[in-house]
Nanobody, 126 residues
Framework: QAQLAESGGGSVQAGGSLRLSCTSS????????MGWFRQAPGKEREVLAD????????NYADSVKGRFTISQDKDRNTLYLQMNSLEPEDTAMYYC???????????????????WGHGTQVTVSS
């Protein structure tokens, strides 16, 4: 059972930046997919960014493309989400997710992931 833990959330003014971290109990270098998701009150959880670890292919949701950057540090066994130019609409609970199985399809689907962190809150004020 892999355990994931997010950190780095907080409150920031519009236009500001935050970097989220996600540490894993399993070595992320052997993962298949790792991703960041968020869920705002009253809304469904949405994918923001994902990595297919074997080849490093990255995908971003249109809502964060150009503002958010996902990355992996395999030496630190940590997944990151650098968030710039934050907007009030980015306010949500942010989750990291990981999976170590293969053949499950694209990494940008919530159902692709078996392991989830408990989330970290991001609040952006105008």
């Amino acid at each position: 059972q892999a355990q994931l833990a997010e950190s780095g959330g907080g409150s920031v003014q519009a236009g500001g930046s935050l970097r989220l971290s996600c540490t894993s109990s399993h070595y992320i270098g052997t993962s298949s997919c790792m991703g960041w998701f968020r869920q705002a009150p009253g809304k469904e959880r949405e994918v923001l960014a994902d990595i297919y670890t074997p080849n490093g292919e990255i995908n971003y949701a249109d809502s964060v493309k150009g503002r958010f950057t996902i990355s992996q540090d395999k030496d630190r066994n940590t997944l990151y989400l650098q968030m710039n130019s934050l907007e009030p609409e980015d306010t949500a609970m942010y989750y990291c997710a990981g999976d170590w199985s293969y053949g499950g399809g694209a990494c940008n689907r919530e159902a692709r992931y078996k392991y989830w962190g408990h989330g970290t809150q991001v609040t952006v004020s105008s």
